[in-house]
């Protein structure tokens, strides 16, 4: 049952409060501060090391807070993890697929997982693989799969017990254009027939832009600017582009900073899915 209709109007789905996440002497989140609002999509932007990832795992309850407050569905992410858990769904950066399984073996071992009602089972798989238009490749290995179908699997593995806020670190990456295309129609069809609220990262404005109700821009840890894109645009000028946006906010030199870790992680990812 999707609990996002237990979220009264004046309750953001997503609460951040003066968030820190320190690594040592480092500081990946920086005192932030953001809601999300039900029913939205939001996208979280910034560079690579502005804390997109480390804010995710935190709001996953895969990592702990240092200090500051951060609640999902009014669930506090330390203090009522498994109920957190329980009303979120997660795709990773990294392929969480079993290659050796059939689509259908991957969502049943998913629905053991998130211990669903065994009469309702069989109707939550074949309407994630309906959803994510994969019917006619429920019963093929996901070795044979291109990437844009592994993605689609990961998405549907993740909503199969209709959560009420849907994570997506960075789920495009490595994808062709074609691909990433279906992926984002994907989004777009779940976010209308099950309106749940969706937090997405991306490196790419044009995905930001084509899918993202608002986006948060974040710059070394701390919140850089927040709005809806059209309304950050303006706030640059007549002619500014997302991009444009994303450069002032956050330096016009993140390209030329990329490190060499991230672009082996992006090639590697990339290769996974073919």
Sequence with gaps: MNDASSISASEPAILVESLVRRFGSITAVDHLSFRVKAGVVRGLLGRNGAGKT????????????TSGTARVCGYDVERNATDVRRVIGYVPQALSADAELTAYENLLLAAKLYDLPPKSRERRI???????????????????????????????????????????????????????QTVWEHIKRLKAQQRCTV??????????????????????????????????????????????????????????????????????????LG
């Design 54 to 65: 480390t804010v995710i795992k935190i709001l996953t309850t895969l990592l702990q807070p």
């Design 126 to 180: 074949r309407r994630a693989l309906e959803l994510m238009s994969l019917e006619h490749a429920a019963d093929r290995l996901v070795r044979t799969f291109s990437g844009g179908m592994i993605r689609s699997l990961e998405i549907a593995q993740s909503t199969l017990h209709d959560p009420a806020v849907l994570f997506l670190d960075e789920p495009t990456v490595g994808l062709d254009p074609l691909a990433r």
């Design 199 to 272: 937090l997405i990262t991306t490196h790419y404005m044009d995905e930001a832009e084509h899918l993202c109700d608002e986006v948060t821009i974040l710059h070394r840890g701390r919140l850089a600017a927040a709005g809806a894109p059209d309304e950050l645009k303006r706030s640059l000028g007549a002619t500014a582009t997302l991009d444009d946006v994303f450069a002032h906010f956050t330096g016009a030199d993140a390209e030329a900073e990329e490190s060499y870790r991230e672009t082996s992680r992006t090639r590697h990812i990339a290769d996974r």
